[in-house]
């Protein structure tokens, strides 16, 4: 089993940064690729950003790239979302996930494993 806590989400105006942290406990952690999904209201979740179990490949959804950075630090089992110039469509639940088979698409939340409970993110206009 594996524990995930997010962290670091709240109320930003649009154009603003927020660093979203995802602390896992339980098992390695450098055993899982990391991924973040979000759900706005009355959507579906959808993909955001993964990277991969050491941290050097990363894969981002065409909504976020340019503005978010994922990372970690296996060393402390933490995964990191740094998102900069925030839109009102950012708004959402942003949640890490764990995902420890090889193989199949970073972007299927199906194949992650665990799931962290989801941290809030608001934007405004």
């Known amino acids: 089993q594996v524990q995930l806590v997010e962290s670091g989400g709240g109320l930003v105006q649009a154009g603003g940064s927020l660093r979203l942290s995802c602390t896992a406990s339980g098992r390695t952690f450098s055993n899982y690729v990391m991924g973040w999904f979000r759900q706005a209201p009355g959507k579906e979740r959808e993909f955001a950003v993964a990277?991969?179990?050491?941290?050097?490949?990363?894969y981002y959804a065409d909504s976020v790239k340019g503005r978010f950075t994922i990372s970690r630090d296996n060393a402390k089992n933490t995964v990191y979302l740094q998102m900069n110039s925030l839109k009102p469509e950012d708004t959402a639940v942003y949640y890490c996930?764990?995902?420890?088979?090889?193989?199949?698409?970073?972007?299927?939340?199906?194949?992650?494993?665990?799931w962290g409970q989801g941290t809030q993110v608001t934007v405004s206009s």
């Open positions: 990277i991969s179990r050491s941290g050097s490949t990363t």
């Open positions: 996930a764990a995902k420890n088979s090889y193989g199949g698409s970073w972007n299927v939340g199906g194949l992650y494993d665990y």
